[in-house]
């Protein structure tokens, strides 16, 4: 939706690194987010950038460079847990009321 | 705390039905959304709402109309459904503004659980 394009798949074995891309359009830029979804279940909160950089949380960590219009979302010590989808979202329009969601990257994690 | 809640979680109708689905929120965010998603689609967002007694359009808005008379509800409304309305319905919600950019505690949307519509 609105230009945010992310892989449609991924495969990675458990104990591996993964690392899944994100672009968009950079005019209006109100930061970046990326979800976790869970087959049947809802998305829920990962992180969020605004700045150009590294965000480490735990086993994930998220980049973002402003200029190129690019993200991604590092996944370390892959766990079979980790199979989900993962959305990128950006916030548009004035105050970020709304935000566009990526059509996601469905991840399986094989043992 | 319930976060957001939806009801129901299930729902079949036959074309040309109505139905209301309802989100509840006891987080006193100032901001709801309702969003669909459909395979390969991601979410896109229906209708959302800024403050009680307003709305606005999303990206895909036809076929839909929303009411948010009290501010933790948000009420999504097919008045005729078409079997193009077959999706998966997520509510949620954030906080309002606080002025920067730079807590994500602003932008972060609480999702419900969703509730699966069938339109034969």
């Known amino acids: 939706g609105q230009n945010i394009d992310q892989p449609t798949e991924m495969t990675a074995t458990e104990g591996a690194i993964v690392q899944i891309n994100c672009t968009y359009q950079t005019s209006g830029f109100n930061g970046l987010f990326w979800y976790q979804q869970h087959a049947g279940e809802a998305p829920t909160f990962l992180s969020y950038?605004?700045?150009?950089g590294l965000e480490e949380k735990g086993r994930f960590s998220s980049f973002l460079s402003r200029s190129k219009g690019y993200s991604y979302l590092l996944l370390k010590e892959l766990q079979m847990k980790d199979s989900a989808s993962y959305l990128c979202?950006?916030?548009?329009?004035?105050?970020?009321?709304?935000?566009?969601f990526g059509a996601g990257t469905r991840l399986f994690v094989k043992a | 705390n319930a976060g957001v809640t939806q009801t129901p979680k299930f729902r079949v109708l036959k074309t040309g039905q109505s139905m209301t689905l309802l989100c509840a929120q006891d987080?006193?965010?100032?901001?709801m959304y309702w969003y669909r998603q459909d395979p390969g689609m991601g979410l896109r967002l229906i209708h959302y709402s800024v403050g009680e007694g307003t709305t606005a359009k999303g990206e895909v808005p036809d076929g839909y109309n929303v009411s948010r008379l009290k501010k933790q509800n948000f009420l999504l409304g097919l008045e005729s459904a078409a079997p193009s309305q077959t999706s998966v319905y997520f509510c949620?919600?954030?906080?309002?503004?606080?002025?920067?950019?730079?807590?994500?505690?602003?932008?972060?949307?609480?999702f419900g659980p969703g509730t699966r519509l069938t339109v034969t």
């Open positions: 987080m006193n965010h100032e901001y």
């Open positions: 950038n605004v700045l150009d």
């Open positions: 949620a919600s954030r906080p309002g503004d606080r002025g920067t950019l730079y807590f994500s505690s602003s932008y972060e949307q609480y």
């Open positions: 979202a950006v916030p548009r329009g004035t105050g970020g009321f709304k935000t566009i």
